[in-house]
């Protein structure tokens, strides 16, 4: 934490604003809209703001959604919320998000047969943007709206443009492992309006105005309970303060890591793309276990026995029992990203000497020191 989210919070009880409805709501709305110039609605989570911004673009049972299989199963579940069916498309070894070639090839086929996905959605893992241009092209091509589930990615740009505000709908997270965190909380973005007003409403329930003035609650639609609360809103506030330092945090060190390793043969980092920077929100590395002379699976269990917590890169959703049944577009490049990348910690409270012990335990484990 900072040092303005404890006041902010602190301001919600004095002012006694402790429901879904007061000045740290408003201003942390303002505050993103005009750091990323679009209209701003915060959230209880990024998972439900995934789900609210399905529904604007029109998503129905059985309808397809595009999900890149490597990601958090977040990314997914409120295409299962709404009873579609997701459609599975692989990484590309660049940035290790969504292939648009193999997006590409799909939609081609499914074009031919008058059968296109209703809406596309990509994420931006790790802190770095997927590989925007080429995706933007398709779905102007094709038609299908594009959601950006930029969770990960507060802080990053594609093209000198913050990730979220290039799709149609763009969603963060700030929930407690994120860039910045409001313990939990989300916040959904769009050019259009239209969009925003009608996630506010669904967000609180769907209560429409009663117009003979009985202040009664009525209901038309469906709603949901996925408003931010007024006094998460505060520690979301503070942390918007402190969002750039974080980065700066996390990118220092990823660097040290990158120094420390940068002599040893079969470690090397998620690569950086020149499309955009990389905030370094987790820092990835890659083992080659002949090069390095253990794998992926050794390092991660010695660091456990060292209780130190680092884990594999994502599994990819098409390996996963929930999502058996869904058609997936390739998924060799996620499956061995799965298999031998790890993220190691990457808190920007992690202090120097914790991040050498770390270091020290990868190292202990190369065929150089054995
Ligand atoms: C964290 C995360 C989410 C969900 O955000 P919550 O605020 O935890 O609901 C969605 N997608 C990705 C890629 C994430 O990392």
């Known amino acids: ?51 609210l911004g399905l529904k604007l673009l029109g998503v129905k049972p059985e309808d397809e959604v595009i999900v890149p299989s490597l990601t958090f199963v977040a990314g997914c579940n409120p295409v299962l919320y709404e009873h579609a069916r997701p459609v599975f498309i692989d990484s590309e070894n660049l940035s290790w998000n969504l292939d648009p070639q193999q997006l590409q090839e799909f939609l081609i086929k ?153 002599n040893l043969e079969g470690i090397g980092p998620q690569p950086e793309a020149s499309w955009g920077n990389h905030t370094r929100w987790l820092s990835c590395f890659l083992i080659d276990e002949k090069e390095f002379g253990s794998s992926q699976a050794d390092i991660i269990r010695h660091l456990e026995s060292q209780n130190i917590e680092s884990r594999p890169v994502w599994k990819p959703l098409h390996s996963q029992p929930l999502f058996k049944d869904y058609e997936c577009v390739g998924g060799e490049v996620a499956e061995d990203l799965n298999r031998r990348g790890i993220c190691l910690p990457s808190s920007s409270s992690l202090t120097e000497e914790d991040q050498q012990r770390v270091i020290d335990c990868v190292k202990s484990l190369h065929r150089s020191s054995r």
């Open 1 to 51: 934490m900072g040092v303005a989210e404890l006041s902010y919070v602190q301001q919600a009880f004095d002012q006694n604003w402790l429901s879904t409805v007061g000045p740290n709501l408003t201003e942390v709305e303002n505050i993103v809209s005009e750091q990323l110039g679009l209209p701003a609605l915060a959230l209880a989570s990024g998972t439900a703001g995934i789900h």
């Open 110 to 262: 499914r074009a031919k047969l008058n059968r296109l996905p209703r809406v596309v959605t990509v994420a931006h893992l790790f802190g770095q943007s997927a590989d925007l241009d080429a995706v933007i092209e398709l779905c102007r091509r094709y038609e299908i709206p594009l959601l950006e589930d930029a969770a990960e990615s507060l802080g990053t740009n594609y093209k000198g443009k913050p990730t979220g505000t290039i799709g149609d709908i763009g969603v963060f997270s700030f929930n407690g492992n994120k860039m910045i965190t409001a313990t939990a909380g989300g916040m959904l973005i769009s050019k259009n309006l239209n969009y925003i007003d009608k996630a506010r409403k669904w967000s609180t329930q769907s209560r429409d105005e009663d117009s003979g003035g009985l202040n009664n609650y009525i209901h038309s639609e469906l709603g949901y309970n996925y408003r931010m609360s007024n006094v998460l809103a505060g520690i979301a506030r503070g942390q918007l303060e402190v969002l750039e330092e974080r980065v700066d945090q996390r990118r220092g060190v990823f660097d040290r890591y990158l120094e420390a390793f940068s």
